[in-house]
């Protein structure tokens, strides 16, 4: 599989009804969402920290971050962390379920129908149409406001 | 070769052709496997001298000895020495040739002097060791991020094995005899991966040597500088951080501590100055003196110095200690002019600095007249340190036990509240001390907390001179903590160290209360004397 085809790829998946997309090769891991530690003075949609192997991330959750609707109460909850690296940042995001890894052309994607000067269209990119459902292509670093959160703390040594 | 290089001294050589001769001549002796004679070789460098593993009944030492006393007493220890400072220090890679370097030491310093006392004595040792050290010290370089993240691993190895050996009776036969060798293994890994970041402090002193002999030299001063302890090995941070003190104070030593020989005369001392630099190993931590038999540090001088300076006002009464402490105070110093010695940037009040960020603690002791001894105490490992697991509210937090004085349990003091908006605090040996809740401190509120404070538990944190209590729910326990950076998308503020992983595989955030709090207090408790209790 040549470069192109893989940039072309995204893992799709889902909050409430609404389905998403992030470029695949950004993806790290997914795991289940584990134990997490909260920290303090962090903006809302941070979950926490989590231990990934011996390495420390930061958890936001991207429900908080969309306001989506939350689960109906009888679904059960069985949310994932999918472990992303951005732009030299590496972070958990929460979300419902991975649903499936889907594999774009050009003339499945479009332009989102956002007006001028949504705060959404920083971080929706385009709508992904296939299988006659509309998928949401998210720019996870803006979505997470990742350039707001410092250059990781710096170790005193 | 060894014969002549006995002749002339300045001739070139190569350390391992002269390894190679010494073994052709063991060899041609008729001994295959040698047993070092201890004259040659000392036992603590674990030498092995591997020649043809012919098994041998009679070790023959006197092929060995006269091989030893002539490779001792040659000029060669000179050279040997002389090229391992070429090898150990990179930046004088362009300095001239072997020769050159011998010829300097011999030149510079008076032929007997105290300088190249002390040096000659290593240099043998160095020698000696160079021949056993020759396979063991073979270096690679590796990137510091594939240890730390060595290490992050291991950590998570451990917790691991802890969990698999609490298990390990549930199961029967030979797999528990595994677990037991995979257990022991996992001990061992950790332990190589913990020692990986620790590097010897023999280059660094080798350097200061030179610092001490070329200040001496510019100051015509004639110094006796001893070193006890170079054998130890610190984390590459601490070594880091630990050279520029470190020269600047051996500097000051040789040039404000020790006298003229003129005036030392007149004070009835040997005419040669003494500068000692101890490093010793204390627990965790690293005690590093140094002292010198100079004129000592004059309290009144300093005194009317800060006076001028606007540090303190006349009529302030302070201890004799609390005077030369002034030292430390940012700008302070009792040269008008800034000499080339001891002028070079750095002032004592960076070199406090930079030990207490290291988590180290700088004290200073002296005699008028008869020298003083600076004692740094400096954690071996930043990346390991004694931490306090502290629980409040809502979470768990880590505090370096190096910043705690003492902890007090509230319930057995009287707390008071006021409502002024003051804030509580309680009364600790005649020292009224406020209170701060953990929570309050992170966030930079007051009184969020409900919980009564007097059911806690109190840090007692110095903080810029004043003790604050930083009250906490409870004391969980206190155990070493392997520090990681904090995590990626965690804003790092004020106050917050690094993360770690605790004990049940959760993270927590180490904190430091004398960051956090620093902040937090407002400035007229603080300018109370800020020599108060310096």
């Known amino acids: 599989m040549n470069a192109m085809e893989l940039e072309n790829r995204f893992m799709e998946f889902r909050l409430g009804d609404q389905l998403y997309a992030i470029p695949l090769?950004?993806?790290?891991?997914?795991?289940?969402?584990?134990?997490?530690?909260?920290?303090?003075?962090?903006?809302?949609?941070?979950?926490?920290?989590?231990?990934?192997?011996?390495?420390?991330?930061?958890?936001?959750?991207?429900?908080?971050?969309?306001?989506?609707?939350?689960?109906?109460?009888?679904?059960?909850?069985?949310?994932?962390?999918?472990?992303?690296?951005?732009?030299?940042?590496?972070?958990?995001?929460?979300?419902?379920?991975?649903?499936?890894?889907?594999?774009?052309?050009p003339e499945m994607l479009r332009a989102a129908p956002l007006k001028e000067g949504d705060p959404a269209r920083s971080y929706i990119v385009s709508v992904i149409q296939i299988d006659g459902e509309l998928v949401l292509s998210l720019d996870t670093f803006q979505l997470l406001e990742l350039e707001k959160i410092k250059a990781p703390g710096r170790l005193r040594r | 070769?060894?014969?002549?290089?006995?002749?002339?001294?300045?001739?070139?050589?190569?350390?391992?052709?002269?390894?190679?001769?010494?073994?052709?001549?063991?060899?041609?002796?008729?001994?295959?496997?040698?047993?070092?004679?201890?004259?040659?070789?000392?036992?603590?460098?674990?030498?092995?001298?591997?020649?043809?593993?012919?098994?041998?009944?009679?070790?023959?030492?006197?092929?060995?000895?006269?091989?030893?006393?002539?490779?001792?007493?040659?000029?060669?220890?000179?050279?040997?020495?002389?090229?391992?400072?070429?090898?150990?220090?990179?930046?004088?890679?362009?300095?001239?040739?072997?020769?050159?370097?011998?010829?300097?030491?011999?030149?510079?310093?008076?032929?007997?002097?105290?300088?190249?006392e002390p040096q000659k004595n290593t240099s043998k040792d160095i020698s000696k060791a160079k021949i056993a050290d020759h396979r063991e010290d073979e270096i690679i370089r590796v990137n510091l991020s594939k240890i730390d993240m060595l290490n992050d691993y291991v950590g998570e190895l451990i917790v691991l094995q802890s969990m698999i050996s609490q298990?390990?009776?549930?199961?029967?036969?030979?797999?528990?005899?595994?677990?037991?060798?995979?257990?022991?293994?996992?001990?061992?890994?950790?332990s190589i991966s913990m020692s990986l970041r620790m590097l010897p402090v023999k280059p660094l002193v080798q350097k200061l040597q030179?610092?001490?002999?070329?200040?001496?030299?510019?100051?015509?001063?004639?110094?006796?500088?001893?070193?006890?302890?170079?054998?130890?090995?610190?984390?590459?941070?601490?070594?880091?951080?630990?050279?520029?003190?470190?020269?600047?104070?051996?500097?000051?030593?040789?040039?404000?501590?020790?006298?003229?020989?003129?005036?030392?005369?007149?004070?009835?001392k040997p005419k040669q100055g003494k500068v000692k630099l101890?490093?010793?190993?204390?627990?965790?931590?690293?005690?590093?003196?140094?002292?010198?038999?100079g004129k000592g540090i004059n309290g009144e001088i300093l005194r009317e110095k800060a006076i001028e300076k606007g540090i303190i006002s006349e009529s302030q009464a302070l201890s004799e200690k609390q005077l030369v402490h002034l030292i430390f105070h940012p700008g302070f110093s009792t040269k008008s002019a800034t000499s080339e010695i001891s002028g070079r940037g750095v002032g004592m009040d960076v070199v406090k600095t930079n030990v207490e960020k290291s988590g180290g603690q700088i004290d200073l002791s002296t005699t008028v007249g008869k020298g003083s001894?600076?004692?740094?105490?400096?954690?071996?490992?930043?990346?390991?340190?004694?931490?306090?697991?502290?629980?409040?509210?809502?979470n768990r937090f880590v505090v370096p036990l190096s910043q705690v004085r003492e902890t007090i349990n509230l319930k057995t003091q009287k707390v008071f509240t006021s409502k002024l908006g003051i804030g509580s605090c309680f009364e600790l040996r005649q020292d009224v001390v406020p209170l701060i809740e953990l929570e309050d401190a992170i966030c930079g509120k007051r009184g969020q907390s409900t919980k009564e404070l007097s059911e806690g538990t109190a840090l007692m944190i110095n903080v810029?001179?004043?003790?604050?209590?930083?009250?906490?729910?409870?004391?969980?326990?206190?155990?070493?903590?392997?520090?990681?950076?904090?995590?990626?998308?965690i804003a790092n503020q004020q106050g917050w160290i690094g993360s770690c992983v605790l004990g049940d595989g959760l993270p927590a955030l180490i904190l430091s209360p004398v960051d956090l709090l620093s902040g937090k207090i407002r400035q007229n408790i603080l300018s109370k004397d800020l020599v108060k209790s310096a």
């Open chain 1, 25 to 105: 090769l950004m993806v790290k891991e997914v795991i289940q969402r584990p134990e997490m530690t909260p920290v303090p003075n962090m903006p809302g949609h941070f979950e926490g920290m989590m231990n990934l192997r011996g390495q420390i991330l930061g958890v936001f959750s991207v429900r908080k971050k969309l306001s989506a609707k939350t689960q109906s109460p009888s679904e059960p909850i069985n949310e994932v962390v999918i472990v992303i690296e951005t732009k030299g940042v590496a972070v958990g995001m929460i979300v419902d379920e991975v649903t499936r890894v889907i594999h774009t052309t």
């Open chain 2, 1 to 116: 070769m060894l014969a002549a290089l006995k002749a002339d001294p300045s001739a070139s050589f190569d350390s391992s052709d002269l390894l190679g001769e010494i073994e052709q001549r063991i060899a041609g002796g008729g001994v295959g496997t040698v047993q070092p004679s201890p004259s040659l070789l000392p036992s603590e460098n674990k030498v092995e001298v591997n020649i043809d593993p012919l098994p041998v009944d009679a070790i023959e030492t006197n092929i060995l000895a006269p091989l030893a006393s002539e490779f001792e007493d040659s000029p060669l220890s000179q050279g040997l020495q002389s090229n391992e400072e070429m090898q150990i220090i990179d930046q004088e890679q362009t300095a001239p040739s072997v020769t050159q370097v011998v010829d300097r030491d011999q030149d510079v310093l008076q032929p007997e002097s105290p300088i190249t």
């Open chain 2, 167 to 190: 298990q390990a009776g549930q199961v029967e036969g030979p797999l528990q005899g595994s677990i037991r060798t995979m257990i022991k293994l996992s001990k061992d890994i950790q």
């Open chain 2, 210 to 268: 030179r610092v001490v002999r070329d200040t001496a030299q510019t100051l015509s001063k004639d110094v006796l500088f001893s070193i006890e302890g170079d054998q130890l090995e610190v984390d590459k941070s601490v070594l880091d951080r630990l050279a520029d003190p470190l020269i600047h104070m051996l500097r000051n030593a040789v040039d404000h501590g020790l006298e003229t020989a003129e005036e030392r005369i007149v004070t009835n």
């Open chain 2, 278 to 293: 101890a490093l010793l190993n204390e627990g965790n931590h690293l005690i590093v003196e140094v002292s010198d038999d």
């Open chain 2, 373 to 394: 001894i600076f004692r740094i105490q400096i954690p071996l490992s930043l990346a390991v340190i004694e931490g306090l697991i502290v629980q409040s509210e809502k």
């Open chain 2, 464 to 489: 810029k001179e004043q003790i604050i209590g930083l009250v906490v729910q409870d004391i969980l326990r206190a155990q070493q903590i392997v520090i990681k950076p904090l995590g990626n998308g």
